[in-house]
C-alpha cells in the first residue's frame, strides 16, 4: 500500500537572495536554541546557536532572531548560494533537560 | 578533528534479524543519543544516556534496546528487526549542559526486507 507521511516544508530561493526559515517552540522554559544543517547524506551540522538572553545573533552570512514573545526563532541567510540547499532544523534546550527538542526541518532549495 | 562515527554508512538486513548499530565518540562526551530520521517526522529519539552503564528512554523505545559499557561507546540494538524500522539512524554525542549542541555522525540508513 501507499506509505503517507507529512510533507518537509519548503523554501525555494534564488540564487543570491536572502533566505529566512522559521521556527516556532512552545515551551517557555526553554533557554537555549541551535540551528542545524543537514545535507543530503550527511548528519545535521551546527550552524549558529543562540540563548535565551539574546534576541539576535549574527555569524557568517547567517543571522538568528529570537521572539521570545511569541515564541519565534528565525534563520537568515545572505546572499543564498547553491551550497546552502540543505534541510534546516531548529533545536530548543528546555532548561533543566539533557537532551534537545528538534523541529520537523524545512528543505531549502535555490534556483539558478 | 573531533568526530562521532557509526560504524555503518547503509545496512540491509532481513525481517526477525538482530541488529547492532555502533557509535563511537572521541570527546569525552557523557551524553550519547540515539534518533531515527523519517521523511516528514524530523529527528525523533529513541533512546539516550547520560552516563556509563545508564540509559533513558526517548519517545519512540519500542522494539529497541541500547548498551553503554565504555564512555565513549553507544549502541543501538534492534532485537528483531520489523520493515517499520527501515530508516535513517543518527547518533549524537554532548557534554552537558547541553549548552553546547550535539555533535552528530553521518547516519546509518537500515533497510529491513
Known amino acids: 500500500g501507499e506509505s503517507v507521511g507529512l510533507h518537509l516544508p519548503t523554501l525555494s530561493v534564488q540564487e543570491g537572495d536572502n533566505s529566512i526559515i522559521n521556527c516556532a517552540y512552545s515551551n517557555s522554559a526553554s533557554d537555549y536554541f541551535i540551528w542545524y544543517k543537514q545535507e543530503s547524506g550527511k548528519g545535521p551540522q551546527f550552524i549558529i546557536d543562540?540563548?535565551?538572553?539574546?534576541d539576535k545573533r549574527q555569524g557568517q552570512r547567517v543571522t538568528v532572531l529570537l521572539n521570545k514573545t511569541v515564541k519565534h526563532l528565525s534563520l537568515q541567510i545572505a546572499a543564498t548560494q547553491p551550497g546552502d540547499s540543505a534541510v534546516y532544523f531548529c533545536a530548543e534546550n528546555i532548561r533543566g533537560a539533557q537532551k534537545l527538542v528538534f523541529g520537523q526541518g524545512t528543505r531549502l532549495t535555490i534556483n539558478p | 578533528d573531533v568526530k562521532v562515527t557509526q560504524s555503518s554508512r547503509y545496512l540491509v538486513k532481513r525481517t526477525g534479524e538482530k541488529v547492532f548499530l555502533e557509535c563511537v565518540q572521541d570527546?569525552?562526551?557523557?551524553?550519547m543519543f540515539w534518533y531515527r530520521q523519517d521523511p516528514g517526522l524530523g529527528l525523533r529519539l529513541i533512546y539516550f544516556s547520560y552516563d556509563v552503564k545508564m540509559k533513558e528512554k526517548g519517545d519512540i523505545p519500542e522494539g529497541y534496546s541500547v548498551s553503554r559499557e565504555k564512555k565513549e561507546r553507544f549502541s543501538l540494538i534492534l532485537e528483531s528487526a520489523s520493515t517499520n524500522q527501515t530508516s535513517m539512524y543518527l547518533c549524537?554525542?554532548?557534554?552537558?549542559?547541553?549548552?553546547?549542541?550535539?555533535?552528530f555522525g553521518s547516519g546509518t540508513r537500515l533497510t529491513v526486507v
Open positions: 549524537a554525542s554532548s557534554t552537558p549542559p547541553s549548552h553546547y549542541g550535539y555533535t
Open positions: 570527546m569525552d562526551h557523557e551524553n
Open positions: 543562540i540563548r535565551s538572553n539574546m
